[in-house]
Every structure is written in C-alpha cells, then in structure tokens.
C-alpha cells in the first residue's frame, strides 16, 4: 500500500511559479514510476508529467513541456513539480500518482497504469 499526500498549492497570478510536493509513505518509493496529472473542472483527468520506473527517465505533456520540471529526492520519499510561467489554462486539481508498471515515454500518461493517488491539491493561475 502507498499513500501520497499533495501539498504546495495556492492562488499565483499569470507568469508566477509554485511548486508542488508529493509526500509518499509506504513500500520502497524508488522502485515506483510516479507521475502528476490534474483535472479542471468538467474536464477529465488529464496527464502533466512522469518519472518511468524503468528507466528513470521523464516525460511531459505537450501543454506543460518546457515550463514544468517534475523531480524526485528517493531520501525524501518525495516527488516535485516545479511550475513556472503558469497561464489560467494550467487552473486545476492537481494529483500525483504511483505506478509498479515499468511504462516508458507516452505509455506514462495513461491514467488507468497507476495504482495510488493522492487527493490532490488546487492550483489556481488568475489573469
């Protein structure tokens, strides 16, 4: 069993940067992928970013690409999304999530590969 505790949201204006924590407790957090999706309201779940648990290497959407950074500190149990340059359109419910699968690249964005989520934390981006 593992459990995720979201935390780090909040209300920024347009261009600003938070910064989300991810706090994992449970099984050994090394040997999971870990990912962080968000949902909009009347909106599905939608995918953000993703460590693979085979390669260790990451993955982000197209909408986010080269604006978030998704890191990890296994010491901490911890994974990060840091957002920067945020626009209204990144407003949403933001979840992290773990997976014992070893999916790669696109296959990480599959909402139905992770086993735990967190209860997610809102971030709110006003114009």
């Known amino acids: 069993q593992v459990q995720l505790v979201e935390s780090g949201g909040g209300l920024v204006q347009a261009g600003g940067s938070l910064r989300l924590s991810c706090a994992a407790s449970?099984?050994?957090?090394?040997?999971?992928?870990m990912g962080w999706f968000r949902q909009a309201p009347g909106k599905e779940r939608e995918f953000v970013a993703a460590?693979?648990?085979?390669?260790?290497?990451?993955y982000y959407a197209d909408s986010v690409k080269g604006r978030f950074t998704i890191s990890r500190d296994n010491a901490k149990n911890t994974v990060y999304l840091q957002m920067n340059s945020l626009k209204p359109e990144d407003t949403a419910v933001y979840y992290c999530?773990?997976?014992?699968?070893?999916?790669?690249?696109?296959?990480?964005?599959?909402?139905?590969?992770?086993?735990?989520w967190g209860q997610g934390t809102q971030v709110t981006v006003s114009s």
């Open positions: 460590f693979s648990r085979s390669d260790g290497l990451t």
């Open positions: 449970g099984r050994t957090f090394s040997s999971y992928g």
């Open positions: 999530a773990s997976t014992s699968t070893s999916a790669r690249g696109s296959f990480l964005a599959l909402v139905s590969l992770y086993n735990y």
